[in-house]
């Protein structure tokens, strides 16, 4: 309920001095201030906290022009931080990808293929790119090249699964140019058949480096839909409550140029989230020029609550990486990766800046911590600057403790949910069983943020993350966790709250619902502390604030939120399924309940269709489904 003249239990008061822009009333709200952890209502005035208690906290603020929403007795927690997610990356692409996070069955996936298919003009591409695997299909498998080349015969088709394949059909063959003379680069193989022709199926053995630069050859969108790419997948985080993210770089991501989406929204005052980017160096043998060019022009901080530096990462140098393909062994590390890391860590320390760094493997991290040792013995380490590992599945005790001792922090993600049954093939259940240690890196005081590594291999959806922290288990339901490594509830929502804020040097303003702190939240449509652990994956935000502004909005809150622009271009797979497939818990809207029914009824039928056809009871092509196939109304 929305009033700005009167609300049961609050009066407006035609006097007050200091009117709140916003108040949220009739919650529960779960603030994560240990001094008062819980409140019913809070205030709002230039996007910060300005009180919060009970009705009669609030009252004084309550003016004329308030905007005053009914929380309706629902759970509202600080607005989540992913700690690492390739956010400004998956802006700049979202429209152009068809997202199979959460759709329950290969069948079901594979309709949406084909429909999307249908609508795809010539010289686009259709492009499934993380956020799903093969284990959350009823089927239990992947598609095949087969199915691929019958769903789109003549439309280039990519679709990668984790960092350990891709698949393309015959199109997308030709479109990349791959044919029996091509040559894949180190690290990747091209499959072939007995006549050595490429198949279609591409394998990171063990980098992924094929598949990345095989899908950066399709097309990609225009600049000023990009922004608008950009702007809706932002609103698409801010369905699920994430209000802050950590942008940890990546491969394919230039500074400055592919930047300029968010640059351009937080000019005009449209980000709808908290982004705070690391810089990541894109070329082997270049990356300590890359980083000098960026010393000699920005600085950590630089820029403002919406849009700021935060250091460089998550990789320094290509050499010391290692690859989080646990289909294949661990990579060795290459020779020069100590002295090229050394470099690269000793030029940001000298220039204050912090970093942090991809490492997967407990050797990685502990070569990693060997070369900050030699740092520290004479020249200082880490001189103030605030640094971090990134994964760290398979980190020892030994260095979580050479990690506390020289001031670091982690930030962790639920890879092993889209991965554990591989890593569980490879290295046994007892080690997966704490991969990673979390429980271990909490005992020891570190900061811990959590995270997705969205969107090439884990889904975007921090509720799937925030289950795998309190359940322990595979998206396929395999036990990977053990108990003793298992989190509380609250313990999971501050490693996604509080952590993040840790990890960026806001925790005086952001983590938490206190006055003075930014005014970041979510109403759930369910109680996280109360629902079934199974069903933690099912929870959605059905009201997001962020700043004081209200970005999203559903349920019994829509329409509180200002509209989006329409989806460019207009035949965006976006337009059609929308993002993550997983309607909410209990239930979804009726409307978007429907809508998930015709589709799954739309993909039993063009099986059903596809089956006549290959008995020859139906005939072949698009006419085939209007056919009358009963005999019975047969003149």
């Known amino acids: 309920m929305i009033n700005t003249m009167s609300v049961d239990g609050i009066a407006v008061d035609p006097n007050a001095q200091e009117p709140a822009e916003l108040v949220i009333r009739n919650g529960r709200i779960h603030t994560g201030d240990a001094a008062r952890p819980a409140a019913a209502s809070l205030a709002v005035r230039g996007g910060r906290i300005v009180a919060i208690g009970e009705d009669a906290r609030i009252a004084p603020f309550v003016g004329p022009d308030t905007r005053v929403i009914d929380a309706l007795n629902r759970r509202v927690i600080p607005g989540l931080n992913d700690s690492h997610l390739h956010v400004i990356r998956g802006g700049l692409n979202y429209l ?18 084909r429909e999307q298919v249908a609508r795809t003009p010539k010289g686009q591409w259709v492009r499934v790119v993380g956020g799903w695997t093969g284990e959350q ?3 239990r498998r992947l598609p095949t090249v087969s199915e691929l080349n019958a769903a789109a015969p003549d439309t280039p088709v990519f679709v990668l699964h984790l960092y350990q394949s891709a698949i393309l059909n015959r199109a997308a063959l030709k479109a990349v140019g791959y044919t029996k003379g091509s040559v894949a680069p180190p690290g990747g193989q091209i499959v072939r058949d007995h006549s050595g022709e490429p198949t279609g199926m591409l394998l990171a053995a063990p980098a992924a480096g094929l598949l990345y630069s095989t899908l950066g050859k399709g097309p990609t969108l225009p600049e000023n839909e990009q922004i608008g790419s950009t702007r ?5 985080l801010n369905r699920f409550g994430l209000t802050s993210a950590i942008d940890a770089g990546g491969g394919f991501q230039n500074f400055p140029e592919n930047y300029g989406a968010v640059m351009k929204l937080a000019e005009q005052g449209l980000l709808t989230m908290r982004i705070a980017y690391h810089l990541f160096p894109q070329t082997a043998g270049q990356e300590l020029d890359d980083l000098r060019r960026w010393i000699g022009s920005v600085r950590p901080g630089d820029g403002d609550e919406w849009l700021r530096l935060n250091g460089a990462g998550e990789n320094l140098a290509w050499s010391p990486a290692d690859y989080e393909n646990f289909t294949e062994p661990r990579p060795l590390r290459p020779e020069r990766a100590d002295s090229e890391l050394e470099a690269a860590v000793r030029l940001l320390l000298d220039n204050g800046w912090g970093f942090r760094l991809h490492a997967t493997y407990g050797e990685t991290i502990d070569a990693n911590l060997d070369v900050f040792d030699k740092i520290a013995a004479d020249g ?4 103030g600057v605030p640094w971090l ?6 980190v020892s005790e030994s260095a979580l403790d050479r990690i506390a001792a020289m001031g670091g922090a982690l930030s ?5 949910m889209f991965q554990g049954s591989a890593f569980v093939e490879r290295y046994g259940a007892a080690r997966a069983s704490d991969a990673p240690p979390i429980r271990k890196m909490l005992d020891r005081g570190l900061t811990v943020g959590a995270g997705s590594d969205a969107t090439r291999v884990s889904s975007y959806n921090p509720w799937l993350s925030l289950e795998w922290l309190v359940r322990g288990r595979s998206i396929g339901g395999q036990i990977l966790a053990s108990a003793e490594n298992r989190v509380d509830r609250d313990t999971a929502l501050r490693m996604y709250t ?6 960026t040097g806001e925790s005086d303003v952001k983590g938490i619902l206190k006055e003075g702190c930014y005014a970041d939240l979510a109403v759930l449509s369910a109680d996280f502390f109360t629902v079934p652990e199974e069903d933690i994956s099912h929870i959605e935000s059905l009201l997001t604030v962020v700043g004081g502004r209200v970005v ?8 509180l939120a200002p509209p989006l622009p329409g989806v460019e271009p207009s035949w965006s797979p976006v337009a059609y399924y929308g993002g993550y497939h997983r309607t909410m818990f209990p239930t979804p809207p009726s409307g978007l309940r429907q809508a998930r029914s015709l589709i799954d009824a739309a993909a039993e039928s063009e099986e059903h269709r596809q089956w006549r056809v290959v008995r020859g009871f139906a005939p072949e092509g698009d006419s085939a489904a209007s056919e009358i196939f009963d005999t019975c109304f047969v003149l």
């Open 389 to 394: 590992f990134d994964h760290a599945e398979t």
């Open 412 to 416: 962790i993600q639920n890879r092993m």
């Open 232 to 236: 809706h997948f932002l609103h698409e």
């Open 96 to 113: 152009l990808e068809m997202r199979w996070d959460g759709v329950p069955s290969l069948r079901t996936a594979l309709w949406m293929l």
């Open 552 to 559: 999203h909005a559903a349920g019994e809150f829509e329409g």
């Open 137 to 139: 299909f009823t089927e």
């Open 498 to 503: 509080v952590a993040g804020a840790q990890l």
């Open 380 to 383: 200082g380490f880490p001189r």
